[in-house]
T-cell receptor, first 114, second 116 residues
Framework: DAMVIQNPRYQVTQFGKPVTLSCSQT?????MYWYQQKSSQAPKLLFH???????NEADTPDNFQSRRPNTSFCFLDIRSPGLGDAAMYLC?????????????FGQGTRLTVV | AQKVTQAQTEISVVEKEDVTLDCVYE???????LFWYKQPPSGELVFLIR??????QNEISGRYSWNFQKSTSSFNFTITASQVVDSAVYFC?????????????FGAGTRLFVKA
């Protein structure tokens, strides 16, 4: 059974039109991550939540925002998608409080910007 | 600076061959964790192994084995008797909790093709 679920699997949005990607987890993990992965590249961390504490990576554009209304759900909002934002977006969770635990990943949402 | 280098972009082997995926890491931290993940065509990254910096024991899990050598800052991954289902992108990753918090740094990945 899937433990980290991302919806939708594929998302097409128009240039400049806000889009929201969603992630839910059944693991009750306290840490949730959003990664951006462009074609043939490594996943790049955008931000993460430790419980309700939001931690933004220094090089994450302001265009990317996130919300975590409860333990199970986390959303990635792209306020004005550009062509360069087309990528796979991966949500992940981890449960350790000492930062060493492996992450559990969802299947990703592939975003196309037209 | 913390960095993970996977020099092999793509590897192609024939089924039943053994294959080793290389990973070299850089960090000045004494406490760190190394990971390998597999990313099949379906997209999700699947955790394979975690090693901490204080445990240099090699590990074997079925056809998979890992060789961790601090002297060369390497954490190589060997698949014995490869199978078509092993075809995927494999990522080596590094976490340094004392300086990097929850951030995990991924290498660029190695795409493995196993041909029947």
């Amino acid at each position: 059974d899937a433990m980290v679920i991302q919806n939708p699997r594929y998302q097409v949005t128009q240039f400049g039109k806000p889009v929201t990607l969603s992630c839910s987890q059944t693991l009750n993990h306290n840490v949730m991550y959003w990664y951006q992965q462009k074609s043939s590249q490594a996943p790049k961390l955008l931000f993460h939540y430790y419980d309700k504490d939001f931690n933004n990576e220094a090089d994450t554009p302001d265009n990317f925002q996130s919300r975590r209304p409860n333990t199970s759900f986390c959303f990635l909002d792209i306020r004005s998608p550009g062509l360069g934002d087309a990528a796979m977006y991966l949500c992940a969770t981890s449960g350790s409080t000492d930062r060493r635990a492996e992450a559990f990943f969802g299947q990703g949402t592939r975003l196309t910007v037209v | 600076a913390q960095k993970v280098t996977q020099a092999q972009t793509e590897i192609s082997v024939v089924e039943k061959e053994d294959v080793t995926l290389d990973c070299v890491y850089e960090t000045r931290d004494t406490t760190y964790y190394l990971f390998w993940y597999k990313q099949p065509p379906s997209g999700e990254l699947v955790f394979l192994i975690r090693r901490n910096s204080f445990d240099e024991q090699n590990e074997i899990s079925g056809r998979y084995s890992w060789n961790f050598q601090k002297s060369t800052s390497s954490f190589n991954f060997t698949i014995t008797a490869s199978q078509v289902v092993d075809s995927a992108v494999y990522f080596c990753a590094l976490n340094c909790p004392n300086t990097g918090g929850f951030k995990t740094i991924f290498g660029a990945g190695t795409r493995l093709f196993v041909k029947a």
